[in-house]
Structures are given as C-alpha cells and as structure tokens.
Nanobody, 127 residues
Framework: QVQLVESGGGLVQAGGSLTLSCVASGRTFSNYAMGWFRQAPGKEREFVAAMAWSDRRTYYADSAKGRFTISRDNAKNTVYLQTNSLKPEDTAVYYC????????????????????WGQGTQVTVSS
C-alpha cells in the first residue's frame, strides 16, 4: 500500500522558513516524480514544485521560484520542500504527491496526473 506522509508544517511569521518533509513508502518510486502542491481556503489546489526521483530534474511554479527548493534523500525515501521568505499568501495546506515520469503531468503540474497523494500539512504565515 502506497503511503505519502507529510510533516513539518506550522505557524511562522512572514519572512520565516519551514522545511516540509514527505516520507514515501509502499512501492519503488524510481520511475516517478514527486510533487508538492498547496491549497488555500476557497481556492483550487495548485502546483508548487516537482522533482524526478531518478535524475533530480526539477520544476517550480513562478510563485515558488527563488524562494522554495525541492530535494530528496534516497536513503530515507523522503522528499523535502524548503520554504524561505514566506509570505501570508503562502498560507495553505501543502500536499505531497507522486506521478509517473511517463506522464507530462509531473512537470506541468496537472493534478489529475498525480495518482498518489498525502494527507497534507498546514502552513500558516502570519503578517
């Protein structure tokens, strides 16, 4: 059974940082990409960043470029999202997800192409 478990969310002041983690289990992800999405209250879920597990290719949403960094630790089967210079508009539930590399969805950020999802972790940025 595939499981993606996020952690690391919390309350932080504007300008602060958080590191989100996603531990993946239940299958081999070498042919998958891992993505981070977020969903704010009343808004659609949006793509934040993604990384190909095998060769570390990365893609970022414009809102994340220069502030967020996606990375992974193979030994721990864990994907991270380092978030810096946080703004109140970054407040959202952040989700980890996995998509097969054979699908262009992994780098276009189309949520329908991601077939495994975590339960989410709340990030709240105060002004």
């Amino acid at each position: 059974q595939v499981q993606l478990v996020e952690s690391g969310g919390g309350l932080v002041q504007a300008g602060g940082s958080l590191t989100l983690s996603c531990v993946a289990s239940g299958r081999t992800f070498s042919n998958y990409a891992m993505g981070w999405f977020r969903q704010a209250p009343g808004k659609e879920r949006e793509f934040v960043a993604a990384m190909a597990w095998s060769d570390r290719r990365t893609y970022y949403a414009d809102s994340a470029k220069g502030r967020f960094t996606i990375s992974r630790d193979n030994a721990k089967n864990t994907v991270y999202l380092q978030t810096n210079s946080l703004k109140p508009e970054d407040t959202a539930v952040y989700y980890c997800a996995a998509a097969p590399l054979s699908s262009s969805s992994w780098w276009t950020g189309f949520t329908g192409g991601y077939n495994y999802w975590g339960q989410g972790t709340q990030v709240t940025v105060s002004s």
